[in-house]
């Protein structure tokens, strides 16, 4: 059972973490730290995270992904809970990868041209701030560097006539991971569904 404050209608969550997987089915690497040293980890908000997930664990130097929820304010939330709106969160996706074979802005070319991150509340015919366009950063540099991506991006979005970016880009204040169900989802469910598409314009960075 859901439960929520009265005050603010947010589903309050639970101390104790929803089940999810232990072990990533593609790659085989543990979805739980401690990951290599070395590595980083960001954290990426495409839409519906069966898509991203895929899209990413297929990238050379990324280690593992995870499918999650983050941005909100509900603790360790459930999918169910995620789709009311009413937490806050958005789904994402953790990737942890390894900076000497890719490097961010490779990852960060991939994130704007592979969704359309204008479309505010929604991507595609997914509506609801679950699905909102989102860069959470794990470090400054990260942090520096989504926020110069951006700015290259919305030029060329000019450029084609497009609208604002809408991304919300700011440091990661908690990853919650989801129900095991989600996790690789698309590996699970080849022809499942996957609502990824991209605006067409180049990201001139990378």
């Known amino acids: 059972m859901t439960l929520f404050?009265?005050?603010r209608s947010v589903p309050l969550g639970r101390v104790t973490p929803i089940e999810t997987s232990s072990t990533h089915t593609v790659t085989g690497h543990s979805l739980h730290p401690p990951f290599p040293e070395g590595h980083e980890e960001?954290?990426?908000g495409m839409g519906c995270f069966w898509g991203v997930e895929r899209l990413f664990w297929q990238v050379p130097g990324?280690?593992?992904t995870a499918a999650g929820y983050a941005g909100g304010e509900t603790q360790n939330p459930t999918y169910q809970e995620t789709c009311t709106g009413l937490t806050?969160?958005?789904e994402v996706v953790k990737v942890v990868y390894d900076p000497n074979i890719v490097s961010l802005d490779s990852l960060l070319q991939i994130f704007w041209e592979q969704h359309d991150p204008t479309q505010g509340n929604?991507?595609?015919n997914d509506v609801g701030s679950q699905y909102r366009s989102a860069?959470?950063?794990t470090t400054d540099s990260q942090l520096i560097a989504a926020?110069?991506?951006a700015d290259a991006y919305q030029k060329a979005l000019d450029s084609a006539g497009r609208g604002a970016i809408t991304t919300e880009i700011e440091p990661l204040n908690v990853f919650y991971y989801a129900e095991a169900y989600h996790q690789q989802y698309l590996e699970k469910n080849p022809s499942?569904?996957?609502?990824l598409k991209g605006t067409g314009v180049t990201c001139p960075i990378g």
């Open 5 to 7: 404050s009265k005050a």
């Open 42 to 44: 960001i954290v990426l």
């Open 62 to 64: 990324v280690y593992v």
């Open 88 to 90: 806050g969160h958005t």
């Open 122 to 124: 929604r991507q595609g």
């Open 135 to 137: 860069i959470f950063t």
């Open 147 to 149: 926020e110069k991506s």
């Open 192 to 195: 499942g569904y996957c609502g």
